[in-house]
């Protein structure tokens, strides 16, 4: 719909609107002060159209959808949190458990997403607001947006796909761990999850941008999980990532000159590189942490590569 038909539309839901708020405050008149009947018709009308927008199929798929995310954000997984929501919609105990195992059968797919649309779907059908599935999709992404979910199942499959293609098991559990101890699924990074799955590959890039954060945040006061974090980032980015720069210094912390040369050597021809690019894209403070300038970050591992 082109911004003109739907700048017209709106404009002529408003004319609709107050007509009805000016015919019915007109009808109250009669039965009423005029101070009041404006105000009173104004709530009537008001609230017919919320009741009537709730009953939309999509508007009450995204209630559903809310219901559900809101029980997975305080941590019970899915057929707990399905459970849940049927508690919300159905008080009798024994239709709620003939409804229970319906939903069980149309609650399948390979992400969480499609079997909660799928579910849902079933749901809307059976109050008599069908719906097709392919049309909650964006409900669904909306509400999703909306809560700060743990665990790898909430996020888009093509992103959690990308991520883990990349890494063998021990390297997924060690991501595990990290992700678990310091809550990386309560970063900024994850605000929005549903566009990660908009663009994976960007996605996986930014993603071991965060981890390479995370090595620098952790590299004094913990120095195991800041070296796995820097690898990790590696793993997912082998190019042109600045973890290099962390590792060696890291390293060379803890005595491993050898290996710290190396590593600086190669974060030297990265700094170049974005040193190369800097009118597009300008080395931020995270990826420098905790140098204040490229320039200060540069002179560490020139000296850390002429030690080794």
Known sequence: MSFARRLLRIAALAFA??????????????VMPPSFSGFLALVLVGLAV???????????????????????ERGADEPSARARLLARLCRDPEQRQRLEREIEAAWTGASEKERAVGGIALLLAREKRPIEPALLSDPYDRARDQFTIGGWDALPLEFTQAIRSQLERSELQRLDELVERHRLFQQKFF????????????????????????????AHETPGDAERAYRLSLRLRPDEN????????????????????????IGLEVLDGYAARA?????TTEDISPFRS???????????????
């Open 17 to 30: 609107f107050a007509a009805v708020v000016a015919g019915l405050t007109w009808a109250l008149e009669r």
């Open 50 to 72: 919320t009741e009537f927008l709730k009953r939309q199929p999509r508007q009450r798929a995204l209630r559903m959808f809310r219901l559900y995310l809101h029980a997975r």
């Open 191 to 218: 605000k929005r999850p549903t566009s990660l799955g908009l663009d994976p590959a960007r996605g996986v890039v930014e993603f071991a941008r965060l981890l390479q954060s995370l090595g620098n945040h952790l």
């Open 242 to 265: 600045l973890a290099h720069a962390g590792l060696a210094l890291l390293l060379d912390r803890t005595g491993r000159t050898r290996e710290a040369g190396q590593e600086a050597k």
């Open 279 to 283: 009118a597009e894209r300008n080395p």
């Open 294 to 308: 490229p320039a200060s970050l540069r002179e560490a591992l020139e000296r850390v590569a002429a030690s080794a």
